[in-house]
């Protein structure tokens, strides 16, 4: 018997609002529900002193994809905000990512020629790091580690970095060149407007209940559409019957500053290991605001517990192997299709958290 609506969608984060749009396309209805206020999952943005404020924590979009960066650039135009952080450890700053810049601030020295002499002379060889203060020591040399590494990484994980796996941190760069783009990727910027808007653009015409918990009523909900997709937790969607899915979170202390700029930047690392926080964010720079004041966040890292928002999914052996047996229990389901960062138990970026939504839609049977 045909329901309601062709499908409920369980999260408004960045993959279910994209599901729902493209569904729309189709000719298809959908129930978006989220159990927290607002939309947009963790891409929320809420302005403040008229800047939109990323209250989850700083989205610069990235793609080398263009047919993902002109998808979110026809619901809503992308400025160029070029990501350039930088690093503040005892008194100095520093830029980031490792570059020519960084290295005249931290050595004087100003040819690519005299840096590559110096890290080679800090490099402590290793072919085979286990753990991520080798790995770092053995690609950049013990300056750079421990200004600019290990305080961060530590504070980030709660964890010795001697106890962190080689895994968690990326391929450093290490560049000699003047250049202080963090990324490599051909598109970059953010929604002219907030992310706030481009969920909204994305809802458009779409029904949405906010404050409203899957597992509160979930057999009723369910009982709306044909098919449920689910983006929330996939530990809790089976009752955590293998066990709960590990995660680091962030908290955030949003502060509203009576001058014109703080810090001059979007963001700013807190690279020494007594500083509590690791990064403060000054929103305004992402759209290059003129606004008489200023909004900062702080970012605070932690252990995630109950009450938490679940941020950074802990990939060690043990939520591997749980995660797979939750995903085994997913693929017998047929009336139910999971997605996005928590159900999928994955860290993802924007595009391609977008990318993984598209391409579900194009599934038939669902
Ligand atoms: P979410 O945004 O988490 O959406 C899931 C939604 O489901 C949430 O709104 C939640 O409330 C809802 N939900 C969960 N359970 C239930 C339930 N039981 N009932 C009802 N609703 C429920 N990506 C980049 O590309 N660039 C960046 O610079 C960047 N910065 C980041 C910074 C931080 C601090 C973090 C944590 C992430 C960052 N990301 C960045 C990643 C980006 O946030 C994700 O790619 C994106 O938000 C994932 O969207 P999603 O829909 O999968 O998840």
Redesign the pocket.
């Known amino acids: 018997m045909k329901k309601k609506y062709d499908y409920l969608i ?7 609002c994209v599901f729902a749009h493209e569904m729309k396309k189709q000719g298809k209805t959908s129930l978006v ?4 206020e607002h939309l947009g ?3 929320y943005t809420e302005k403040m002193e008229g800047i939109n404020v990323h209250m ?7 793609t080398n994809d263009k047919s993902i960066w002109d998808y979110v650039n026809s619901i809503v135009p992308f400025n160029r905000f070029t990501n350039s952080p930088l690093a503040f450890y005892q008194g100095k700053m520093f830029n980031l990512p490792f570059n020519m810049n960084t290295y005249t601030q931290l050595w004087g020295i100003l040819t690519p020629e005299e840096a590559k002499v110096k890290i080679a002379t800090q490099i402590v060889p290793n072919a085979n790091p286990k753990n991520l203060e080798e790995y770092a020591l053995s690609a950049v040399g013990r300056d750079i580690y421990e200004v600019l590494i290990k305080g961060y990484t530590e504070k980030q994980w709660g964890r010795k970095c001697k106890d962190l796996p080689v895994s968690i941190i990326k391929r450093l760069p290490v560049r000699f060149t003047y250049d202080n783009n963090y990324y490599n990727d051909a598109y970059q910027g953010v929604p002219i407007g907030g992310y706030t808007l481009l969920i909204e653009r994305l809802l458009d015409g779409i029904e949405v209940k906010l404050n ?4 509160a009523d979930k057999e009723q909900l369910q009982n709306l559409a044909n098919h449920t997709i689910y ?3 996939i530990d ?1 969607f089976y009752d955590y019957k293998f066990g709960k899915l590990a995660y680091r979170s ?1 908290t955030f202390e949003h502060l509203i500053v009576q001058k014109k700029s703080y810090q001059g930047n979007a963001l700013v690392n807190y690279t020494d290991i007594n500083v509590p926080y690791t990064r403060i964010i000054e929103h305004k720079h992402f759209e290059f605001g003129n606004q008489p004041n200023t909004v900062i966040s702080k970012e605070f890292p932690k252990e995630s517990a109950a009450t938490d928002e679940p ?2 999914p802990i990939g060690d052996a043990i939520n591997k192997t749980r995660f797979a047996q939750y995903k085994k229990l997913t693929q017998e389901e047929k009336t139910i299709s999971f997605g ?3 159900a999928e138990y994955k860290y ?4 391609q ?1 977008i990318a993984s939504a598209l391409s579900k839609c194009k599934i038939k049977e669902i």
């Open positions: 369980v999260g408004a984060g960045l993959y279910g529900i989220d159990k927290r999952g963790n891409v989850y924590g700083p989205h610069i979009f990235h409203t918990d899957f597992f983006t929330g937790k809790q962030v941020h950074y996005g960062r928590l993802y970026d924007m595009h958290v």
